[in-house]
């Protein structure tokens, strides 16, 4: 099946700086991508929509100047979490949709973020 | 508002036994209904889905859910539990613009 990577998988980061999550589809396209965010034990919240070509869409709640999303190719979206503090710690993880079974999404194996 | 209800969030089964999910979705139109699973520290692997047609649907694992209109349903099963089947289980709805909304999750737990 169709596989999506992020990098990297675990980062550890001092409060104010910034970070960036990448994610990929590795053998199919995706002009669309999704962000989401989980903390423990909970379940998963959409933050945003990433679009290639054009500005993601951001979920009501989620700031777009805090967490910068770009989707600079048809296999890449980027999540940058900018000036990070330790209430932005979590698990985040990214989707892309399949194209050949309307749907379904594959999702990355996730980035655990820590900001200390 | 459309979404996904999971009633329990912990479940607690011995090896061998049912495993009995359960989802309840709001809706007024037809739904597409997922089942991923989640492993610690890793991201969703697709279980089943259902869009159209067969009401009940086999997935991976050894696993399957029946879609239920009149009782706006769509639990999870497995016949017999293996102890590998300890994960996390979220229900999900697929929403305009291909978004997936997720239940609130349901925690396996696998006794020898």
């Known amino acids: 099946g169709a596989v999506v990577s992020q990098h990297p998988s675990w980062v550890i980061c001092k409060s104010g700086t910034s970070v960036k999550i990448e994610c990929r589809s590795l053998?199919?396209?995706?002009?669309?991508m999704f962000w989401y965010r989980q903390f423990p034990k909970q379940s998963l919240m959409l933050m945003a929509t990433s679009n290639e070509g054009s500005k993601a869409t951001y979920e009501q709640g989620v700031e777009k100047d805090k967490f910068l999303i770009n989707h600079a190719s048809l296999t890449l979206s980027t999540l940058t979490v900018t000036s990070a503090h330790p209430e932005d710690s979590s698990f985040y993880i990214c989707?892309?949709?399949?194209?050949?079974?309307?749907?379904?999404?594959?999702f990355g194996p996730g980035t655990r973020l820590l900001v200390l | 508002a459309q979404s996904v209800t999971q009633l329990g969030s912990h479940v607690s089964v011995s090896e061998g036994a049912l495993v009995l999910l359960r989802c309840n979705y709001s809706s007024s139109v037809p739904p597409y209904l997922f089942w991923y699973v989640q492993y610690p520290n890793q991201g969703l692997q697709l279980l089943l889905k259902?869009?159209?047609?067969?009401?009940l649907v086999k997935g991976i694992n050894g696993f399957e859910a029946e879609f239920k209109k009149s009782e706006t349903s769509f639990h999870l099963t497995k016949p017999s539990a293996h102890m590998s089947d300890a994960a996390e289980y979220f229900c999900a709805y697929l929403a305009a613009g291909n978004k997936l909304t997720f239940g609130g999750g349901t925690r396996v737990l696998v006794k020898p």
């Open positions: 989707s892309a949709p399949s194209g050949a079974s309307y749907g379904t999404q594959y």
């Open positions: 259902y869009t159209t047609g067969a009401t």
């Open positions: 053998d199919f396209q995706a002009t669309t």
